[in-house]
């Protein structure tokens, strides 16, 4: 018993362990055959220089996707004028339960095409979870940078969003819908002051435990953080700078339970902050300067509409009126 029992446990020792690898790809190389032919919870490195791609990149489940120069600059994917569609989108692998992704420490640059697809996005997350993007630069896409749908577990850190959402069809930087516990933190947002349905707001639709914190939102041509259509219950805004928005600084609508703190709101078109049918509400400890450049009928800090019963307001500063009816 005792030589069968050995047996079985050198046999164990000794079966094959599959380990992640890493893969490195040079500037000029096959980017997706690379990422075909990757095992799960691989990494594939994209090596400094620019990489110019034709068609989508389609990142497999599991798979990490990472830039590795000496900075996220120094590594730009770029998509060539004949790509329709977005530039990364991660694919949710349905023989599988675990859906996640990684996109690290790279510059990506999109065609800037007018495209009216949702797709045209810099990366597009649909259908994952567990997925990361992390110290990225992403520019020039015609519609948004990141678009998220029906997703779980989605984090975008550390990373800078600049030149997007030309025109009419834009939907903001982020497009938020049917998400579930997504975290935005640490970017820095640069618009363009286009005008209405511009370009650089974070957009959340019908999504649950959503969280926009620290981030920094310069010019953006819509409101720079908007909830909407079905909101977006229970989100938190925090520790946000709004700068020269061209609509509000912060736009709630059907979004009860909301908790917006210790924002900088600075130069809105209209006010700081509007909550619309949004129930429950709690506005504390923030600063709201300078707002309603238009002259519209808003007030400089927060404006309600609508069902806004149960609010708490309190220890915001600024100048003009801090609280109205619009």
Same mark, same amino acid.
């Given at each position: 018993m005792f030589r069968l029992f050995a047996a079985v446990v050198l046999a164990a020792c000794i079966a094959p362990v599959t380990f992640a690898a890493t893969h490195y790809v040079a500037p000029g190389q096959n980017i997706q055959s690379v990422l075909d032919s990757s095992g799960a919870y691989d990494t594939v490195i994209l090596q400094s220089g620019d990489h110019y791609i034709s068609q989508t990149l389609r990142l497999p489940a599991r798979t990490t996707l990472k830039g590795g120069g000496p900075n996220r600059n120094s590594v730009s994917l770029i998509a060539m004028s004949?790509?329709?569609g977005p530039v990364i989108k991660a694919v949710n692998d349905s023989t599988g339960s675990d859906r996640s992704h990684k996109i690290l420490d790279m510059q990506i640059?999109? %065609?800037?095409?007018?495209?009216?697809?949702? $797709?045209?996005t810099g990366i597009m997350l649909w259908n994952v979870q567990y997925s990361e993007v992390n110290n990225v630069v992403i520019r020039n896409t015609w519609r948004m940078s990141i678009?998220?749908?029906?997703?779980?577990?989605?984090?975008?850190?550390?990373? /800078?969003?600049?030149?997007?959402?030309?025109? *009419?069809t834009a939907l903001g930087?982020?497009?938020i819908n049917n998400c579930d516990r997504v975290w935005i933190g640490d970017n820095v947002?640069?618009?363009? +002051?286009?005008?209405?349905k511009g370009d650089g707001g974070i957009d959340c639709y019908g999504s649950t435990m959503?969280?926009?914190?620290?981030? #920094?939102?310069? #010019?953006?041509? /819509?409101?720079?953080?908007?909830?909407? %259509?079905?909101g977006c219950p229970g989100i938190e805004v925090w520790g946000n700078y709004?700068?020269?928005?061209? $609509?509000?600084g912060i736009d709630l609508v059907n979004s009860p339970g909301a908790f917006v703190s210790s924002n900088e709101i600075r130069n809105s078109f209209h006010g700081a902050i509007v909550l619309w049918d949004s *129930? +429950?509400? $709690?506005?504390?400890? %923030?600063?709201?300067? +300078?707002n309603n450049t238009g002259g519209h009928v808003s007030c400089n800090g927060l404006n309600r509409r609508g069902n806004t019963s149960g609010l708490t307001f309190t220890n915001n500063s600024g100048n003009g009126t801090l609280l109205c009816n619009r």
């Open positions: 004949s790509l329709v640059i999109s %065609n800037g095409t007018a495209q009216s697809s949702t $797709e045209a678009s998220m749908q029906n997703s779980y577990h989605i984090y975008v850190f550390n990373s /800078e969003f600049r030149d997007m959402g030309f025109g *009419p930087s982020f497009w947002i640069y618009g363009m +002051n286009n005008g209405t959503v969280k926009i914190y620290r981030n #920094d939102l310069y #010019d953006t041509g /819509e409101s720079s953080i908007y909830a909407a %259509n079905a709004i700068t020269g928005s061209n $609509e509000w *129930p +429950n509400a $709690e506005v504390t400890y %923030n600063v709201m300067f +300078n």
